[in-house]
């Protein structure tokens, strides 16, 4: 892969765990130490014959002035231009999940106030999911009052003739995949595109949809749907890890299991309640 930009890292020795092997590759890379650090998802990828998993941390702060120790190009760029660099295939799902928040939260009539209102409660950067909102004025006074708030906006297909810039696109379980694909050829920069599992069998039926996120459920008994099956930590580590995309964790989550996500390979949580 000479001549093209990457995020840096590299291998790991054998027994080394993840972080450790992020601090020693970013020293001997940059120069840097991470002081904080978040998992994000892991990106299982082949090349050729040659199969590997790349494993993504988001360092949010560091000591030291990063500099190209072994003699590479070091370049920081503005997340909008990762889209026009040269970069390895491997590397896309990082690019779109840059900047992408922790939080997902859902709107459901039954509980939640008028929509503007439940927009501007919602104080933590997260992406809204206005889930069964007609095209209508709520729903766009809602779109605008979460963009205007730094949020971003998730859209089902028969709400896309409120779409605007800041928001992406869900792929529910009932659409048609081509159906949807067609859908976002009339879009502008739809982002995040997102959708939801339960098992490889939905992986496997939504394989041509781009998501740059999947919601996971339900991780826990939930009382919106009791007596249905919840997958547990376990299950949900399986399914996250071979997603190659940020996983969330929906179905009796709060925002306090976030730290539980990530020690399960998952990055952020989902959910309309507990929120």
């Not at 006074?141 to 730094?150: L, T, V, Y």
């Not at 928001?167 to 859908?183: F, I, M, P, Y």
């Not at 502008?188 to 041509?208: A, C, K, V």
Request: charged residues 25%; proline residues 7%.
């Amino acid at each position: 892969m000479s001549g093209l930009w990457e995020f840096p890292g590299g291998k790991f020795e054998p027994g080394e765990e993840p972080r450790t092997c992020l601090s020693r590759e970013l020293w001997e890379e940059l120069g840097i130490t991470p002081r904080t650090t978040s998992f994000m998802f892991q990106i299982p990828w082949t090349y050729g014959e040659e199969s590997v998993r790349l494993w993504v941390y988001e360092v949010s702060s560091f000591d030291g002035e990063p500099q190209g120790l072994e003699g590479q190009d070091v370049s920081w760029f503005p997340s909008e231009f990762l889209t026009k660099l040269q970069i390895p295939r491997a590397n896309d799902a990082i690019v779109r999940a840059v900047g992408l928040p922790r939080i997902t939260k859902i709107f459901d009539a039954k509980l939640a106030c008028e929509p503007k209102t439940w927009v501007k409660k919602t104080h933590d950067r997260s992406v809204l999911y206005l889930r069964g909102l007609p095209p209508g004025r709520d729903l766009e006074e809602a779109i605008d009052s979460a963009i205007g708030n730094g949020h971003r906006v998730i859209l089902t297909l028969d709400q896309l003739t409120c779409f605007r810039e800041g928001c992406g696109v869900h792929l529910r379980k009932s659409d048609g995949v081509q159906d949807a694909l067609e859908c976002l050829k009339t879009l502008d920069r739809p982002w995040p595109l997102t959708s939801g599992i339960r098992d490889e069998s939905d992986i496997e039926r939504q394989r041509d949809w781009p998501s740059d996120a999947v919601f996971i459920s339900p991780v826990r008994q939930t009382l919106s749907h009791l007596g249905m099956p919840y997958l547990g930590w376990s299950r949900f580590s399986e399914l996250a890890c071979d997603l190659g995309v940020p996983a969330y964790a929906l179905g009796g989550m709060t925002r306090s299991d976030i730290e539980a996500v990530q020690r399960h390979w998952g990055f952020g949580v989902a959910g309309i309640s507990g929120f």
